[in-house]
Nanobody
Framework: QVQMVESGGGLSQAGGSLNLSCTLS????????MAWFRQAPGKEREVIAC????????YYVDSVKDRFTISGDTAKNTLYLEMKHLKPDDTAMYFC???????????????????????WGQGTQVTVSS
């Protein structure tokens, strides 16, 4: 059972930066797709970035493209989300997720939802003030 623990959330002013980390344990040899999701109050959980754990080009939704960067360090078993130029609309609970059966090809072609991911962290709050 893969376990995921997020950290690094907090409060930022608009235009500021925050870095999130997601520590993973009990990974097996499958090539996981890793992702960051977020969920604002009263809204559905939405994907914002995905990446193959083995490497390759990431996928971003338009709302975070050119502001957020997803990356992974397989030696440290840690997934990262670097967030710059933060906006009040970025305020949400942020979750890391992993799945051994998804493919980046499918995600780029068809998109992805929270129902597609098997493993989840507990979330970390990000609040951006104006």
């Amino acid at each position: 059972q893969v376990q995921m623990v997020e950290s690094g959330g907090g409060l930022s002013q608009a235009g500021g930066s925050l870095n999130l980390s997601c520590t993973l344990s009990a990974l097996t040899d499958e090539d996981y797709v890793m992702a960051w999701f977020r969920q604002a109050p009263g809204k559905e959980r939405e994907v914002i970035a995905c990446i193959n754990w083995s490497g390759g080009s990431p996928y971003y939704v338009d709302s975070v493209k050119d502001r957020f960067t997803i990356s992974g360090d397989t030696a440290k078993n840690t997934l990262y989300l670097e967030m710059k130029h933060l906006k009040p609309d970025d305020t949400a609970m942020y979750f890391c997720a992993a799945d051994p059966w998804l493919s980046m090809y499918t995600i780029r072609a068809l998109g992805v939802t929270s129902a597609d991911f098997k493993y989840w962290g507990q979330g970390t709050q990000v609040t951006v003030s104006s």
